[in-house]
Structures are given as C-alpha cells and as structure tokens.
C-alpha cells in the first residue's frame, strides 16, 4: 500500500475519498502498515457516514453543523483523555502557516469577516497575494516569512472568525507547551500535535465536496470573480 501522505493527497488503492492531515500523516509514519491500513479503513467508513448524512440531510448538514460536530468530538476527546490540548487563546503560532480550506469554507469565513469590518482592505489585499507566492517556496519559509499572518488575525492576536474558522484551523492541536510552536525561537523542535479520526474524516468530506486550496487563493479568486460580476 501506498504510505503517506500529504495534507491535500488522496490516498490510493481503496482510500480515494480519504485525505490526512500532515498532523496524522506524520503519526501514521510511525505506525506498521497494517495497523496504517485499518486506521485509513476506518477513517474511510466514517466518510462515507458524514457523505451519506450531507446528501440525505441536505442543507440541514451543512458546513456549520460539521464545524459543529467537529469542535463537540474535539471537546469530548479533550474531555475524556490525560493528554489534552494546551491551544491557548492569544497564543497564535499557529495562524502563521499556510491555511488550506474548501472553497465553501473560504466562502464561509470571508463573509464573517465582511459583515465585521467590510470588504479586504487593498494592503490585506496585498498580503494575500504574497501568502499565494509564498506557498510555492515551502512550509518553513512561509511561517518564517513577516507576511504569514493570517489576515483574519487580529492585534490581540486573536482570530477575528473564530466561529467560522476552517476545518484545518479547528483541527490543529497541540500539546504540551504551546510555546514550542514558535518556529523562530525552537527552529529544530517538532511540537507535539493530536490526530482525531473523526475530525480527519469530517475533514476528507469538505476536500471532498469543493476545490481544496489556500485559504488566501480562495479569496483572492473571490474576489476577483465579484469584479467580473
Ligand atoms: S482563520 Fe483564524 S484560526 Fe485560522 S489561521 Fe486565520 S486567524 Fe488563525
């Protein structure tokens, strides 16, 4: 069997509708194939649960109620488990990585954020386009680069959408100290992160279901769609 595992990559040979997080691709690394197989299969089935409910329930499934079923199984894991998530608010390292989302999700946070403060300023403009080129370099470059800042970032460092932020956001825990995610303080140090099947699964429907990209590509192509409108 094919092993890992990029963030946006369908697994071949049976997993096509299974995508994993660098997070879990990273932890399966460590795993012995067979165990790999069974945690992609049971992935996979419960894909196929949250894509059966998005066509039988229609709109009443939607991005909202996955976000929402999301943060309850990251709540009841966080509950229920020694090792929790030390994710603090204020603490934003985090928010210095690329982003990647579904189009609806892009959609989703950028209407958020309009009804807050309006549309993209230009200079917010500015940064986006930066992020897209900065995407091509690499993942290190890209957190250490000044223009990594999510636009949706605010001074306080706090996330200006936090109840509309994407799937890969909402997803992303750490644990042990939060500190550790600073890339330019403990530049060879890989922080602790956690994998939740369920959330990866919920994840896998929305690349599923739209075009997968960064967040900042999404709203630039928004942006410019409204202005051939
Ligand atoms: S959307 Fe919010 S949580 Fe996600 S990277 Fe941007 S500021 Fe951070």
Known sequence: MARLVDKSTPIPEGFERVHISSQLGA??????EDIVEKIL???AENVEVYERNVKHFGKKYNLKAIYEQTDEVLK?????NPVKASCKKGCAFCCKMEVMCSRIEAEYALKASEKLDGIMMEDEMEILRKQVELSKVGTLEYALSPDAVCVFLTDDNE???YEQRPMACRNYQVTGDPARCDVIAYPKENVAVIAYLD?????SVLINADSYKLLSEHILDIYKEREQH
């Open 41 to 43: 299969y049971s992935i």
């Open 199 to 203: 959330t990866e699964a919920m994840r």
């Open 76 to 80: 009841k894991f966080n509950n229920a």
């Open 27 to 32: 932890l399966l690394e460590k795993f012995p």
């Open 159 to 161: 996330c200006s959408i």
